[in-house]
């Protein structure tokens, strides 16, 4: 006498695909590798945009003429992992002024002092002098605007860097920041591509120390 299911039988996956015939264990494992194709994609995404990459999309003008309003910004949050930031590299970090409403505001500016070095800012000319002592002046000739005020004397201490936007005019840097230095672990990437509106590589800048 055949034995009777019991009204709340729950049958296993291996029963079930067993019952199907062949089209039907075909077409499962069709759409079990399109699944696990979607899952790994999905996997690997994650963790480039956690580990590896940082996509931003500019929000103002401070970084006119070098990055435009709304282009999208490809940073590499791998490169400073064996290696230290340059000055003229555009970095994006979090913002020294950790405010209330949003502690995690980040900011794209270009790096203008490293550790240990002294910045004068005066009529608009940048006076750099390092922490073995030479001194030289800023030739920054990829600037969207020109600020001609003074703000005296910065410090920068160890572990720390100084960031300025390119639109001098019109960028909330270092200059006007209540902290104006930003510490290494702020860091999050170096900028390495714009991919929207047109894509361009950056390279960081070279100075003429002479």
Request: aromatic share 14%; hydrophobic share 40%.
């Amino acid at each position: 006498m055949k034995r009777e299911k019991p009204f709340l039988y729950i049958q296993s996956v291996e029963d079930w695909y067993q019952s199907l015939n062949e089209k039907q264990q075909l077409r499962v494992c069709d759409w079990m590798s399109t699944i696990l194709y979607m899952l790994g994609a999905v996997a690997i995404g994650l963790f480039l945009m956690y580990f590896v990459i940082i996509h931003s999309v500019i929000p103002s003008g401070s970084m006119l003429e070098t990055i435009q309003l709304d282009d999208h910004i490809i940073g590499n949050r791998l490169a400073y992992t064996f290696s230290e930031p340059k000055r003229g590299d555009i970095i994006i970090f979090y913002a020294p002024d950790k405010s209330y409403m949003n502690p995690d505001t980040i900011y794209i500016k270009r790096l203008i002092g490293l550790p240990g070095e002294t910045i004068d800012i005066t009529n608009g000319v940048i006076t750099v002098t390092t922490k073995d002592g030479h001194v030289f002046v800023l030739q920054e000739d990829y600037l969207g605007s020109v600020d001609t005020a003074s703000y005296g004397t910065f410090e920068v201490p160890e572990g720390h860097y100084f960031f300025l936007g390119d639109n001098r005019q019109s960028s909330y840097d270092a200059r006007k920041w209540s902290n104006s230095y930003v510490p290494r672990e702020d860091i999050i990437a170096k900028a390495v591509c714009k991919i929207y509106k047109n894509f361009e590589i950056y390279k960081t800048v070279k100075y003429n120390a002479n």
